[in-house]
């Protein structure tokens, strides 16, 4: 079913997305393309500015914490600068945030400038992202802590990004043969990492998420048993 704008009642068809993370532009393409989108890419807020100026868009998701502030791109300042400045020049389109560093403080400032959904990019898969659009198109604001799961956290599915998802099960199913390092090259070429380097970082903290909540899991178990033999 094709995403539809509760104000207009009319098919979703051009959509930007600011995301400097080829990965996450690459996953959100698919979800706007399965929905008979054009959608369109910046990499930083300058492009963003100049898409804005030759385009008229349905939707724009930004990913705030854009390269044109060099390491100033996350303090509060630049990333509010980054939502107002493409919010005013996109008055008429629907704004989504995505952001990999959510706080609830950014999602209100967020809903003050007029955006319409603030996601966190952990856990913000296929499924997520189709019933996140979907809640955005009838609500007024939408919220994705990433946090919120069915059931408590597996040992296999922490708490992961997207990226993070992804380099994990590439290096999970490596072939036979295949080197460790090699392996982190072509994911870098594969995701548009800017060196193997980056790759090897994400897939380590996904390892590191992986064992920090099967020992959550197993000291939550234990406290459990604990507790039931005290009342015993």
């Keep these: 079913m094709a995403f539809r704008l509760i104000e207009t009642e009319r098919a979703l068809s051009k ?26 890419h910046a990499m930083s807020l300058k492009a963003a500015t100049n898409a804005l100026a030759d385009n008229s868009f349905d939707m724009v998701v930004i990913d705030p914490g854009m390269p044109d502030f060099g390491c100033n791109k996350e303090d509060a300042s630049a990333r509010m600068l980054v939502l107002d400045t493409i919010i005013g020049n996109s008055p008429t389109s629907v704004h989504v945030v995505i952001t990999g560093r959510f706080t609830s403080a950014e999602a209100d400032e967020s809903r003050k400038r007029g955006a319409r959904g603030y996601l966190a990019k952990s856990r913000l898969n296929a499924p997520m992202l189709a019933s996140l659009f979907d809640q955005i198109a009838h609500s007024e604001f939408v919220v994705h802590s990433g946090n919120i799961v069915a059931g408590k956290v597996s040992e296999d599915n922490p708490n992961l990004s ?71």
Excluded at 18 to 29: C, G, N, P, S
Excluded at 163 to 183: F, H, I, T, Y
Excluded at 216 to 230: D, M, P, T
């Design 15 to 40: 959509v930007l997305i600011v995301e400097d993370d080829d990965l996450y532009f690459e996953a959100l393409q698919r979800h706007f393309k399965r929905q008979g989108s054009h959608v369109f």
């Design 162 to 232: 997207l990226s993070e998802e992804e380099c994990l099960r590439w290096v999970e199913q490596r072939p036979a043969g295949m080197k460790r390092n090699d392996l982190f090259d072509l994911m870098a070429r594969h995701f548009g990492f800017k060196n193997p380097t980056i790759a090897e970082q994400k897939y380590k903290r996904a390892r590191q998420k992986v064992i920090a909540a099967r020992r959550e899991s197993l000291v939550g178990s234990a406290k459990g048993r604990v507790g039931e033999a005290r009342r015993d």
